[in-house]
């Protein structure tokens, strides 16, 4: 069966300071991942995506960037965080069409 | 541009009382999906909706899709406290790499 993981759960890092997320996924091959963020209280936001292995593409501009380095790893990141990168990020695949999208765990991002 | 709204953002009822969720979106889609998310959860699926009138049931929860209106809804049934959650619509934008556009969610609290 096809498993999401995301890590770290909880993160909490200083104004300024770098960034990396992680998800990977099993149990497929050549997904379609996605990473969303959420603030408190409100919806998803989609900020990237990517269909294969270096592809990726943006949805709104911001400080952060992804990269997809092997076939079942997508990475979130950033050089320096800002305020307003706080959140709860998502990493997601499409199920290949099958089941709709699955979610990861997400992570809890402070920055203070 | 797809934009999905939902309504109402917020609802509170009592338990044993119906009630009715509404997504609509502004583009043609033939995908929709349902989720809920708990407090401090990631998204858990619930309803994947693949072609127009398609309807969906599990336990006290009903989805329905209808692509011409470009509306779904969640309809609730005798609503009980352990449905207490906040429920995203979600429309699929298909293209090479399909992706997903969520509503802003409905907080949905049941009391006693």
Redesign the interface.
């Known amino acids: 069966s096809q498993t999401i993981h995301q890590w770290p759960a909880t993160l909490v890092q200083p104004v300024g300071s770098p960034l990396s997320l992680e998800c990977t996924v099993e149990g497929t091959s050549n997904p379609?991942l996605?990473w969303?963020r959420q603030a408190a209280g409100?919806?998803?936001?989609?900020l990237f995506?990517?269909?294969g292995i270096g592809q990726i593409?943006s949805?709104v501009p911001q400080n952060l960037s992804a990269s997809r380095p092997q076939d079942r790893q997508f990475i979130l990141s950033s050089k320096k965080l800002l305020l307003s990168d706080s959140g709860f990020y998502?990493c997601a695949w499409?199920g290949q069409?099958r089941?709709?999208?699955?979610?990861?765990?997400?992570t809890?991002l402070t920055v203070v | 541009e797809l934009k999905v709204e939902q309504n109402p953002l917020f609802l509170s009822m009592q338990e044993g009382k119906n009630y009715t969720i509404y997504c609509n979106y502004s583009t043609t889609s033939d995908r929709l999906?349902w989720y809920r998310q708990d407090p401090?959860?990631?998204?858990e699926?619930l309803f994947?909706l693949l072609s127009n009138g398609a309807v969906k049931q599990e336990g006290r929860l009903m989805a329905s899709l209808d692509t011409k209106a470009r509306l779904s809804t969640l309809h609730i049934t005798a609503a009980v406290h352990d449905l207490s959650a906040t429920y995203?619509c979600?429309v699929e934008l298909g293209s090479?790499?399909?992706?997903?556009?969520?509503?802003?969610?409905t907080r949905l609290s049941i009391r006693p």
Request: hydrophobic share 30%; aromatic share 18%.
């Open positions: 379609n996605y969303y409100r919806g998803l936001q989609l995506y990517s269909v593409s949805e998502l499409d069409g089941s709709g999208y699955t979610f990861g765990s997400g809890r | 999906y401090g959860k990631s998204l699926s994947v995203f979600a090479s790499a399909s992706k997903i556009i969520f509503g802003s969610g």
